[in-house]
């Protein structure tokens, strides 16, 4: 993981369980009574300013309930700093209990699809909710908890990812190429009902119900090519799926990252002798490896390659089209 000073943005209260705020009692640190932070009316604040002076204090039962969707889910309320991680779009979450968490601002807010943690705060007078991203359920997250130095997404960003099912990589890259990025997530088989699932609370969700192995099928719904790939297919061949789909959809010198597996299975063949030969593939179908990492303890028997891929897409482009057009109209006419 990598080492960032610490800056403490902003605070906030991380809520889970089913116990009523309005049942909360005032806790003690450093010897003051503190209450959770609430919206309180004018003379609440009034009745606040007469207090001695110090830690101000508020009456449990004078605290508003928070909204309908928060109310089930709390129990206890921690305090916690988030802050910006050096991969735009991510951020990390401390406290002084738990461990270091990576979060993503999520652009669905009140969804709890895979069961993360959410936090909520207020900033600048807008309420925004965070999510957890366990490095155990996505191997992306797993990367960056193990110190990947680029995974190459951004903010307006378009990804295609292989192979996504119904995990929360989708769903937190959705979060970090934004509104106005747009994530191509294939998949098809048992796992077709949850990406439509997915795609219909995320408007940068592109779901597409196809075979992974046979990209020209859905060219008519990718019409652009995309800045990078992500691949995580274990059960097929990884190298051959992601040169098919460069081809067809990534740009000239798009990036790209794939999970490999090792294949030991009687322990004859060394795992690192294993991805040699997968990386070596890489390079004979015009990838260039950049960067590769363990996803160990995360994800055994894994790891994660980054790069960049120096052929260019097989279909022409428009200009193109249209200059092949204008050759043969010429060619007709000649005759």
């Not at 605290?63 to 991680?85: D, G, N, R, T």
């Not at 048992?190 to 990209?215: C, F, H, R």
């Not at 990252?257 to 991805?275: K, N, Y």
Request: aromatic letters at 6%.
């Amino acid at each position: 993981m990598c080492s960032l000073p610490y800056r403490k943005i902003h605070s906030l209260h991380f809520a889970m369980g089913k116990r009523s705020i309005s049942k909360s009692k005032p806790k003690v640190r450093d010897g003051r009574k503190t209450t959770l932070s609430t919206k309180v009316t004018a003379g609440d604040a009034a009745k606040s300013n007469s207090t001695k002076s110090g830690v101000k204090t508020e009456s449990p039962n004078k605290l508003e309930p928070p909204k309908p969707e928060m109310a089930c889910s709390l129990q206890q309320m921690i305090m916690v700093s988030i802050e910006p991680h050096r991969h735009s779009g991510i951020f990390l979450a401390r406290s002084r209990d738990d461990a270091i968490m990576l979060l993503t601002r999520t652009l669905a807010p009140g969804n709890d699809d895979c069961s993360e943690q959410r936090f909520i705060a207020d900033m600048a007078g807008k309420r925004y909710e965070y999510r957890s991203w366990s490095p155990f359920q996505s191997k992306l997250a797993a990367a960056i908890l193990s110190g990947v130095s680029n995974i190459h997404i951004g903010h307006a960003s378009k990804i295609l990812l292989l192979g996504s099912g119904l995990g929360s990589t989708i769903m937190h890259v959705a979060d970090i190429v934004g509104e106005s990025g747009t994530v191509y997530a294939v998949d098809h088989g048992d796992w077709s009902e949850g990406l439509l699932a997915v795609a219909q609370k995320y408007s940068n969700i592109v779901p597409i119900i196809d075979d992974v192995t046979m990209p020209y099928k859905y060219r008519k719904i990718i019409s652009d090519c995309v800045d990078m790939i992500f691949i995580d297919t274990p059960q097929l061949d990884q190298v051959r799926t992601l040169m098919l789909n460069s081809r067809h959809y990534l740009k000239v010198g798009g990036k790209f990252a794939i999970v490999l597996q090792s294949d030991v299975i009687d322990g004859s063949t060394p795992a690192g002798e294993t991805f040699a030969n997968k990386i070596k593939r890489l390079k004979q179908e015009q990838f260039q490896p950049l960067e590769q990492i363990a996803l160990d303890p995360f994800a055994p028997g894994y790891i994660l390659v980054v790069g960049l891929y120096s052929l260019g897409p097989i279909r022409p482009s428009n200009k193109e089209n249209q200059k092949e057009k204008g050759d043969q109209f010429q060619s007709h006419a000649t005759e």
